[in-house]
């Protein structure tokens, strides 16, 4: 993905957090990425996650059907 060097990334579309996520492990160090870490990136990035964490911290969510969930779960 990088092809010169570089001293910041700043991923600004969905795609290219994708992406830059992919790669910059094998990054130098020196790089400084913009943005949040893996396991971050895996919440906010999926709608299903975000929402179940809302929920278990207190924060009003709307009524959430999860599909393969048990019936009547919130």
Known sequence: MLSG???VVLPVTEA???????VR???????????ASDQNLRICLSKV???????????V???TV???DEPGRR
Do not use: H, K, N
């Open 5 to 7: 060097e570089y001293d």
């Open 16 to 22: 290219s957090v994708y992406a830059a996520a992919s």
């Open 25 to 35: 492990r094998a990054q130098p160090d020196s790089v400084c990425w913009l943005m």
């Open 49 to 59: 996650q975000a929402t179940r964490i809302a929920d278990q911290t207190g924060l």
């Open 61 to 63: 969510i709307p009524s």
């Open 66 to 68: 999860y599909l393969g």
